[in-house]
DNA sequence: TTTAGCACTCAAACAACAAGAGTGCTAACA
DNA sequence: TGTTAGCACTCTTGTTGTTTGAGTGCTAAA
C-alpha cells in the first residue's frame, strides 16, 4: 500500500511529466510550493515508488518517468476529474449549434473539435446501420443497361450503389421489383433485409416479375453487399507535434496501421459502453504499444451507435481527455436522439 | 548550349542520383560501363555543368547534385520514355477488370494503384459534377419534421442531405414540388439548377405550393450548396519511406497543407489538359517546393472530369511516372466513357 | 583535348573532456 | 525514528580535436 505522501509524490511526478516530457528530479519537486520537504526525503520515497514499479529511471542517474504501471494506477486512483475551460465548452457548444441535420456531419466536426482541443488525433467509428430499419428503396434507370440503386433508412442514412442490368430485363419488371421491395420491407432492420427477402419474398415475386432470378442477382449485389465502414479521424498531424514521435520509423508504423481502416474499426467496436483508457502495452496493436487509446460511446436512446477515441502518447493528459469525451460522447447521443 | 558529352553525363548524373539518393562523384561516373573518359575530364565537364546551373555541391568538396534547373531540363530535354513492365501493366488491367461500375470506384482504386506501383504519394480530383445533368430528385419524409433530399445525376452521382421540415409544410406541399421540379428539372446541367430554379420555376410553383418560400428555403439549402470537393489520397505515408523526408518539421508541414483538401482540389483543378510537371520551387504551395507534382486529366468524352496528380520528392522518377499517369489517365476515361 | 598526379576541402565518425543534473548512501539532527 | 545535509558517483550532453575518406580543382605532361 502506498502512503499518502507517496500518492503525492506519484501524482505530482506524473503531472509534471505530462506537461514537460522531461524526467523529474528530486529537486525541481522539492522546490514546488505545495511540496514541503527535502530532496533528499524525495528520493528516498523515488526510490521506493521504483521498487515498487510505478516509475522508472531513464538511466542511472536520471529523474524519474511514469512507468505504464504508473499511468495505470494514476487513470485509476489519482484523477481528478478536470473541469473543462468556459472557451472550451464554448467551442463544443459553438460547433453543435450549428443546426445539423446529418450523422456525417456531426460526426465529421466532432472529430474536428475533439483533435483539435486536444492536440491528439481523434478517430471516431461512424454510426453503424445494422440496427436501423428500412425506409425506401429507389431505382432509378441511367440509360438502358445502366441504374443505380438508392437504399434510404429511418435515420436518413442513404447507401447507394451503380449497376448495369442485363439486357432481359425490362424497366417495367425492375418498377414492380421496387414497389414489391418497399411494400414488403419497409421498416424492417436493415440486418434483416436479406434474410427477409430470400425466405418471405422471393415467392411472392417470381410470380409478379419476369426473369426475377436475373434481376435479384443484380439488386443484390448493388444493395446489400456489406458497405465499407466510415472511419472519421482528426488532426492526424498533430502525432507530430509530440516529442515521442521524432522519430520517423515510429510516424510510420502507426500511419501504416491507421490506414488500415477495418482493423481499426473493429477495435474500436470491441469497446463497450463507458469510458475506456487502453495504456502503452495494454492495447492490442502492436503498433500502438507507444500511445495510449481512450474510447468513448455514443448512442441513439439505448443503441449503442459508434465509438469515438483519441489517440496520443502515454504521456497523454488524461484527466482532460476524459472529462471531453464524456461531454462530447453525451452531445453527440443528444443531438441523434433529438432527431428521432 | 550543352554538348553531346555534357548532356549524356547530366542525363547520367540524374539517374543516378533518382536511385541512389546520393550525391554522384567523378569516380562513380568513370567506373560505369558506358562512360570511356577519365575522371579528371568528368570534373572539368561537371565544373561547366554547375556553372551553368543544371547541378550543384552540398559542399565544396562533395559529388555533384541535380539542380531544379536540371531537372527541369531532364524533363524538358532529356527523358526517355519509360515502358512499364508486365507486372506493371497487369496489375493495372486486374484493377480494372474487376467490372467497376461507379466513379467513386475507380478514382479510389485508381489512386491504390498508382501509390502501390510508385512509393509517391497519389492525389486524385474526384469528378466534378457541374457538366452533368440532373435524373432525379426524390425528397424521403423519415419523420414528422425531417426528411432526406436525394439528388440524382445522369452520371449515377447521388448526392443527398438531411433537412428538417417546418411545420407548415404539409406533406402533400412537398409532393408537389417534387413532382414539379422532376418535370421542370429534368436533364438541366446541374451547375444551371439553382438559376433555371429561379428564374422559370418560382412562379409556377407558387401557384401550386402552398407556403413555397418556406419550403424552397430548406430545399434549396439542402440540394443546391455547394458540395465538399472529393479528394482520394493513396499511400499518404509512402512519403514517409524517402530519405529527403526525415525531418519532422518538414513531415508536418506538408501533411499540414495536405489536410486542406479545398486548397488542393482547387491546385489541381488548375492544371489543364495533358501531362504537367512541377519541380520545387514551381509549385504554387510553399510546403510542396521540396517535391515534384506530376498532374495528368481524365474525362469523358471531350469533358474534363478530373485530374490525377503523383507527389514525390523532387528526385523522381519521372520517366516511369509519366508513363504510368498516361496509361491511367487514358484507362480511367476509357473507363468512362465505356459507360454512357 | 585528355589525363595523371597532387594538394586541398569538407563531412562524418570517433575519442577525450568538462559541465551539469541527478542519484544513492552515510551520518548527523530534531 | 523519520528527515535532511553533504558528498561521492554516474550518466547525458555539448564541445573540441583528430582521423579517415571521398571528392574536388589545378597544373603539367601526353
Redesign the pocket.
Known amino acids: 500500500m502506498l502512503t499518502e505522501?507517496q500518492l503525492f509524490l506519484l501524482q505530482v511526478i506524473i503531472d509534471e511529466f505530462i506537461q514537460t516530457a522531461?524526467?523529474?528530479?528530486?529537486?525541481?519537486i522539492s522546490k514546488k510550493d505545495e511540496v514541503?520537504?527535502?530532496?533528499?526525503?524525495?528520493?528516498?520515497?523515488?526510490?521506493d515508488l521504483?521498487d515498487l514499479g510505478y516509475i522508472e529511471?531513464?538511466?542511472?542517474?536520471?529523474?524519474?518517468v511514469p512507468s505504464e504501471k504508473g499511468y495505470r494506477f494514476y487513470v485509476d486512483h489519482l484523477l481528478s476529474p478536470s473541469h473543462l475551460s468556459q472557451a472550451e465548452l464554448h467551442l463544443i457548444s459553438n460547433t453543435f449549434e450549428n443546426n445539423m441535420v446529418e450523422f456525417e456531419q456531426v460526426v465529421q466536426k466532432s472529430a474536428k473539435v475533439l483533435s483539435d482541443l486536444t492536440n491528439y488525433t481523434s478517430i471516431i467509428l461512424g454510426p453503424k446501420v445494422y440496427e436501423t430499419t428500412l425506409k425506401q428503396i429507389e431505382i432509378i434507370q441511367l440509360s438502358s443497361y445502366m441504374a443505380v440503386a438508392i437504399l434510404v433508412t429511418n435515420t436518413g442514412h442513404v447507401e447507394h450503389r451503380s449497376f448495369s442490368i442485363p439486357e432481359e430485363i425490362k424497366p417495367s419488371d425492375l418498377e414492380k421489383l421496387v414497389n414489391i421491395l418497399n411494400q414488403q420491407l419497409r421498416n424492417v432492420p436493415i440486418i434483416q433485409l436479406h434474410e427477409r427477402l430470400q425466405k418471405e419474398i422471393t415467392m411472392l415475386m417470381q410470380k409478379y416479375v419476369n426473369d426475377f432470378d436475373g434481376a435479384y442477382q443484380y439488386l443484390k449485389a448493388a444493395l446489400f453487399d456489406e458497405q465499407p465502414v466510415q472511419l472519421y479521424v482528426g488532426g492526424i498531424t498533430n502525432i507530430l507535434l509530440q516529442p515521442e514521435f521524432k522519430d520517423v520509423n515510429k510516424i510510420h508504423s502507426l500511419y501504416s496501421v491507421m490506414e488500415q481502416e477495418n482493423a481499426i474499426a473493429n477495435m474500436l467496436r470491441s469497446y463497450s459502453n463507458g469510458i475506456h483508457v487502453s495504456i502503452g502495452q495494454e492495447n492490442v496493436m502492436d503498433e500502438m504499444q507507444d500511445c495510449s487509446l481512450i474510447t468513448a460511446t455514443y448512442s441513439l436512446g439505448e443503441e449503442q451507435l459508434g465509438t469515438i477515441a483519441l489517440l496520443g502518447p502515454t504521456r497523454m493528459e488524461y484527466s482532460r481527455v476524459i472529462s471531453l469525451l464524456h461531454v462530447l460522447s453525451k452531445r453527440m447521443s443528444h443531438t441523434f436522439d433529438s432527431w428521432f
Do not use: D, W, Y
Request: glycine share 6%.
Open positions: 505522501r522531461q524526467p523529474i528530479g528530486s529537486r525541481a514541503t520537504f527535502s530532496p533528499a526525503t524525495i528520493r528516498n520515497e523515488m526510490a521504483e529511471k531513464t538511466h542511472s542517474s536520471s529523474g524519474r
